[in-house]
């Protein structure tokens, strides 16, 4: 009599339940630029309706303390100050204020079990709703900056270097938003957060620096924001040091970097609670 192994006979229950195994296999999980694509489209079509009007009451806002400030300031590099930091402002507001509240929302109400279970890298979360959060600023940012340069009395001629500050300020605003969102234990805790860094940005950002103390102005070096506003009124001099408004941008895009990688962490420790 000869001895069979068990696993090669064809009724067995072992050869039944290999092929059963590998069809219960998952695929691969999905890669991040497409998964990024999906949330950044999903993102922008369902808080389309519900963030334009938010969108314009921040460009109002910002529109109405450049009226303001008009009386108080001198022209010049003060001008330029309030004119750069009110445009950011508009940004501050989306992706700063915004997005805390969505994610800090969003983790007290469970969704965050919604992304976990599809197969999309946690980066790809982040970066998808903070770019569709940022999006909404282009608008609002333009029409900011070419009022106060008529207000003003500034030049338009370097507008365009909007292109550069409002993805790099977004992407340091919106990542510091979604980790306060992230990390705040109560949704009405990331709302508070978030509306105090928005009026971090409207007082350090608008008020010329001139005018602070040290202690404020080291403060102000801290916010993320500051160094797109540093970068977007060096350009309405006569003669921009473009040195040093690339400078600003490099240290804009760096913080980024570090504030979406912390978001990203935020939502990993956030997703497996």
Not at 166 to 190: F, K, S
Request: aromatic share 8%.
């Amino acid at each position: 009599m000869s001895v069979v192994p068990a696993d090669v006979l064809p009724g067995s229950a072992l050869a039944a339940e290999e092929p059963a195994a590998r069809a219960a296999e998952l695929g691969p999980r999905a890669r991040l630029w497409p998964s990024l694509a999906a949330v950044y489209r999903a993102q922008l079509s369902r808080a389309r309706v519900a963030r334009i009007p938010l969108l314009f009451v921040a460009t109002f806002q910002s529109i109405g303390i450049m009226i303001l400030m008009r009386g108080v300031v001198d022209d010049g590099a003060e001008a330029q100050a309030v004119v750069a930091g009110s445009s950011v402002l508009v940004v501050a507001f989306v992706a700063l204020n915004l997005l805390a509240q969505y994610f800090g929302q969003l983790r007290a109400s469970g969704g965050l079990d919604h992304y976990a279970t599809l197969p999309v890298p946690p980066a790809a979360v982040v970066l998808g709703a903070a770019g569709a959060y940022a999006s909404f600023t282009v608008p609002g940012t333009v029409v900011t900056a070419m009022f106060g340069c008529v207000l003003f009395g500034l030049p338009l001629a370097h507008l365009w270097i909007l292109v550069a500050v409002i993805p790099l300020a977004g992407a340091a605003l919106a990542g510091l938003g979604a980790a306060l969102g992230l990390l705040a234990p109560r949704p009405e805790l990331a709302t508070l957060l978030g509306q105090l860094g928005m009026s971090a940005a409207l007082l350090l950002g608008v008020l010329p620096a001139d005018r602070m103390p040290e202690v404020v102005r080291f403060t102000r070096d801290l916010l993320p924001s500051t160094y797109g506003v540093e970068a977007f009124a060096r350009t309405f001099g006569p003669d921009p040091d473009w040195a040093f408004v690339l400078g600003d941008l490099a240290v804009c895009g760096a913080v980024g970097v570090i504030s979406l990688a912390v978001a990203t962490w935020a939502y990993r420790r956030a997703a497996v609670r």
